[in-house]
């Protein structure tokens, strides 16, 4: 089945306590991105990743890092994670097509 | 990326079709509309989207005015289960090899399924 997986799911973490959320996918696909989703603020682009190695900023890049070794994995790391962090995480691939497939997301919980 | 501009929420009852509108005046030559929605804090999921024709695939059927300036999502037979926030996005697709592509998401409309 043709799915983007993450992992946690759920995550409560302590501020600056470094974390990573993965994001691994078996479509393929080329392009990689990383949402948050906030109350109010709808869907915003953190990082995208257009291919292997190759990464660069989206929106709300501040206080996250990733990477793209391989194809179907790109990470999102959070080196000291701050309250103002604590959100809803998606992870997104697409090939060629429209459609953008989403993870079912990691609901994240800074204190 | 044109606006768009969508009702906050409908309402539906089961079995019925569900027709959620969006208005996007501002959209142009070179850019489609897409429908995506998200049931309660899950992933976002793809429906549909179009250029100028009227589209239709297993989920949904998408009508596009012949001035492109808005556009309706069709659930035939409503269930339950498309309980959801429906959102409505007007952008350029994706091009092969290019540039970064991001989705810009709205409020959308939530759409309530009622048995």
């Known amino acids: 089945e043709a799915q983007v997986t993450q992992n946690p799911r759920y995550l409560i973490t302590v501020t600056g306590k470094k974390l990573t959320v993965t994001c691994s996918q078996n479509m393929n696909h080329e392009y990689m991105s990383w949402y948050r989703q906030d109350p109010g603020l709808g869907l915003r682009q953190i990082y995208y990743s257009m291919n292997v190695e190759v990464t660069d900023k989206g929106d709300v890049p501040e206080g996250y890092k990733v990477s793209r070794k391989e194809k179907r994995n790109f990470p999102l790391i959070l080196e000291s994670p701050s309250p103002n962090q604590t959100s809803l995480y998606f992870c997104a691939s697409r090939e060629e097509g429209n459609e953008q497939f989403f993870g079912p997301g990691t609901r994240l919980t800074v204190l | ?115």
């Open chain 2, 1 to 115: 990326d044109a606006k768009t501009t969508q009702p906050t929420s409908m309402d539906c009852a089961e079995g019925r079709a569900a027709n959620l509108p969006c208005n996007h005046s501002t959209i142009s030559g070179n850019e489609y509309v897409y429908w995506y929605r998200q049931i309660h804090s899950q992933g976002p999921q793809y429906i549909i989207h179009g250029l100028k024709n009227n589209e239709t695939n297993e989920m949904a059927s998408l009508i596009i005015t012949e001035d492109r300036k808005s556009s309706t999502l069709i659930l035939p037979h409503a269930t339950l289960r498309d309980t959801a926030v429906y959102y409505c996005i007007v952008t350029r697709p994706p091009i092969s090899g290019g540039s970064n592509y991001k989705l810009t998401f709205g409020k959308g409309t939530l759409l309530t399924v009622n048995p």
